[in-house]
Every structure is written in C-alpha cells, then in structure tokens.
C-alpha cells in the first residue's frame, strides 16, 4: 500500500489514464497523436515487461523497436530496477557538486574497460549532449572550427548535433547552424579535399547509419581514420545506437581491424532503460587539452550528469550484459533473423535487400517486376516515397501485435532494433507474420492496398 501522503500515482494513471491521446493533443506535440490515429498505432498499452507490452485486454505486442534502441535489455529488467531501487534507498548525497561520488568513477572504469585506447568519460544525459560534448572537445582539442559529417547521418537535434546532421528535413527552419560540411558516407577523395583546407577538427560518423540501416564500407573507418590523423583532426563514432552490444560487438567500430576512434559517443541502451544517460568516451590528451588547469575545471559539465540513479542504472546495464552474454546473443540471434529475412528475397519481388549487423536489421523494398504490382508501386512512390513500407508495418502491429516503424521519411526501409535478449521464439514470431504480410502484398489488392491507396489520398492532400 502506497504511504498516506497526498499522492498515490497509481490513482492518477487509474483515474486519467484513458484521457492519454486527448492530453497530448492539447498540451504537447499535436501532430503525435494525429499521425498515430491516422495510421492506426493508436494503442493502449498498460504495461510491458521484456520484449512484450500488453494491452488492458491482456493481449501481448512484441516490440521490435526498443524504444529506437533504449530498451536494449527489455522493460523492466529485475536487475536494473532492483539497482535503481537500491541507490534511492541509500539515500546518498547526490550531486553536491564538490565531492567526487564513487558511482561514476566506477561506471566510467568498467565502460572504459569495453574500450581499449579511451581513456576517459564525460557522463551527460542524453545521446545528442554526449555528440555535443563529442563536438567541443574536438574543437577545442584539435584548435579548429569545422567538422564534417555524411549524407543522411543522424546525431541529434539540439543546435550543435543539428549542425552535423544529414537529413535537410530536421535541419529546415532552424538555420543558421554551425558551419559544418556533409560528405558522402564511403567517399575518401571527398573527405581528402576537405582535410586539405586545414580547418577539419573532426569527422563524426555512425559505423551504421541508423537512417536507411546503410554500414560504411569495409576498410572505410580504418582508412579515414589514418587519413584524419595525417591531418591531426579526429575521429569521432556515434554509437548512440549502434553501441553497447547492439550489433553483435560491444562498439560497432569493433567489427572493423585497426580502428580506433578518439571520441565515441554512447547512450541509449547505457540507461537499461530507466534513467536518461549519455557517455562521451575519449582519449586522455583530448580531455586533458580540455580540462587544462583548475581554473577550467568546470568548463564543461552537465547539471544532472553523473546522477546517482544513471550510474546505478549504467553499472546494472553492463552486469546484466556480462552476466546473460547479451552480446552474444545479439549476435548469435541478429545472425539468425538477417539469415532467414535474406532467404526471402528471391522470393518476393517486392523485398529488395536485407541489410545489418546483429539485431540491427534494414529490410528494404522496391520496384516489383510485374505489372500488376508495379501499377500499385507507382502510385505510392508517386504519391510520397516510403509509403510502401509504412504499409507493411501497419498490419504487423494491427493483424499481428508485432510494432516496428521505418527507418526514416521518404525511405521504403523498415528497421527492426528489437531489445538484445530476443531468442528464436520472437524470430519465429516476426518471420511468421512478415511472411503473411508479403504473401498479402503479393496479391496486388486486398486490406493492405485498400490502406495504402488511404495513404496516398493523405499524402497528396497534405501537399
């Protein structure tokens, strides 16, 4: 029974909790619960527990987004939550600002430990602040103002991360931005000329793009890494998603020989999905270029970093991880599931590509052969590129309670970023039900077209 104090939270979920999509309409984000209503994701989820939430119907969804990778370990993993509960019973002086806690010192050590060649750990409280803290520190290690990026990448959405993302649509109406420069992701004669100019602090670079699930090249970040050397600027991973086990290693930069990143940013999954987290980890010099003298000591802070909750949350995330060989089994698992999605592709000539690295999953779709699909395939594109997609994960949530989305606008790419402790249960599951879906697809009518043809008369009236 909750203790007698004037407010009992559960109460007030019981009590309003019904009202959620009307809240939200009026007093945050209008256009979620439009776009949710419009495309049927509208649900009530009461709880989640694992890869699974549930509906007050008691029906069971199986979660292939991961809340865009947060919930590496699922919802509510007895370890964590134990480890949060713990540290708020302690009761601990938190964040006096002029002590030096032992929590992150801790957590700082055993993430390092991950990462051979970094050295150090500036802990914030989000993905885009550790690529904010990622871009400072470039800047200031290295004394230069410009660094690059590549096409379609994805770093956040506060000023600075902004400056260096790939996507027009989120950078629109927000100008001006930092005076960053885009090259094409793969493309060293492009990275070379721009080195040339002698103003590059740093490239930052999703090993994986999360837009498009598109992996650099091989041998790509080992030869830009030594080009960037060459021209003392840095090089910088975003392993926001890609990070902490999420493709089979504990960092994605780990799949490639010889690469070693200055500075990795980190989050997400970090949290174990309870307490907001980011990590920018990097060498020593850089840090210490940073943090010259006492007079610099706080320079660079975050006022809720290195909170006790995260750092508990941190140190349980990576016990877990260690302890049920999450790593592992991402790899093991994520293998499976590419396996059995590629073997598709000759069969349906809707289904293009199947691309990735462990439980970080790009299906692809494009131009069917046959007239008859074309004709419906036309329609979409002509309409608003992506549709297509978005009409596969439409009925693999409503036919089968399985919730995946697309990787990004105007991209036919859904991205399947599932918690990192699926097993061949859930492979099973998702393999069932996207194969109903594309036998649907197939037919060229039905439920599926009838929604898709919805989705062009939405898409063009929005115009």
Request: some cysteine.
């Amino acid at each position: 029974m909750p203790a007698d104090h004037g407010f009992d939270l559960s109460a007030l979920i019981a009590e309003r909790g019904a009202e959620r999509y009307e809240l939200h309409a009026r007093y945050l984000n209008p256009q979620l619960p439009r776009m949710l209503h419009t495309i049927g994701f509208d649900k009530y989820y009461e709880r989640a527990e694992g890869p699974y939430f549930y509906d007050a119907e008691g029906n069971e969804y199986l979660d292939m987004l991961a809340g865009f990778g947060i919930f590496a370990l699922g919802r509510h993993h007895p370890v964590v939550r134990e480890a949060v509960q713990q540290v708020m019973d302690l009761g601990l002086p938190d964040l006096t600002r002029f002590d030096c806690p032992p929590l992150p010192g801790l957590l700082a050590e055993q993430l390092l430990s991950y990462a051979p060649g970094l050295d150090r750990v500036f802990f914030g409280n989000s993905g885009t602040e550790a690529v904010e803290t990622a871009l400072k520190f470039a800047r200031y290690a290295t004394g230069r103002p410009r660094v690059l990026y590549c096409d379609h990448a994805f770093h956040g959405l506060t000023t600075g991360s902004l400056s260096v993302n790939g996507e027009n649509g989120f950078r629109k109406g927000f100008d001006p931005l930092l005076p960053d420069t885009a090259i094409p992701l793969g493309d060293l004669g492009a990275l070379a000329r721009e080195l040339k100019k002698g103003d590059v602090a740093a490239l930052i670079v999703e090993p994986i793009q999360g837009k498009g699930v598109q992996a650099t090249p091989p041998g790509w970040l080992a030869a830009a890494q030594q080009l960037l050397h060459e021209h003392k600027a840095l090089l910088i991973c975003d392993e926001v998603q890609t990070g902490i086990g999420r493709t089979g290693e504990f960092f994605a930069y780990q799949h490639e020989e010889g690469v070693l990143p200055d500075l990795v940013c980190a989050a997400k999954a970090l949290s174990g999905g309870y307490v907001p987290i980011g990590a920018t980890l990097g060498k020593s010099w850089i840090f210490e270029k940073v943090y010259s003298s006492m007079d610099r000591v706080l320079v660079h802070s975050a006022s809720f970093g290195s909170n006790a909750q995260a750092m508990a949350a941190g140190l349980a995330t990576l016990h877990v991880m260690r302890d049920e060989k999450v790593v592992e089994n991402a790899h093991r698992v994520g293998g499976l599931l590419r396996e059995r999605l590629t073997a598709l592709v000759d069969r349906y000539e809707l289904l293009a590509d199947v691309r990735g690295r462990g439980l970080m999953i790009g299906i692809e779709f494009g131009r069917p052969r046959s007239l008859k699909l074309r004709t419906g395939w036309a329609a979409l594109q002509t309409a608003r590129k992506g549709l297509f997609a978005q009409m596969v994960v439409v009925p693999l949530l409503q036919r089968h309670r399985i919730l995946t989305q697309v990787s990004g606008d105007h991209l036919e790419v859904i991205k399947l970023i599932p918690p990192l402790i699926i097993t061949e249960r859930e492979v099973d599951r998702f393999m069932d039900a996207f194969t109903e879906v594309m036998d649907d697809a197939h037919q060229g009518s039905g439920l599926m077209w009838d929604f898709g043809r919805t989705l062009v008369k939405q898409a063009v009236g929005s115009r």
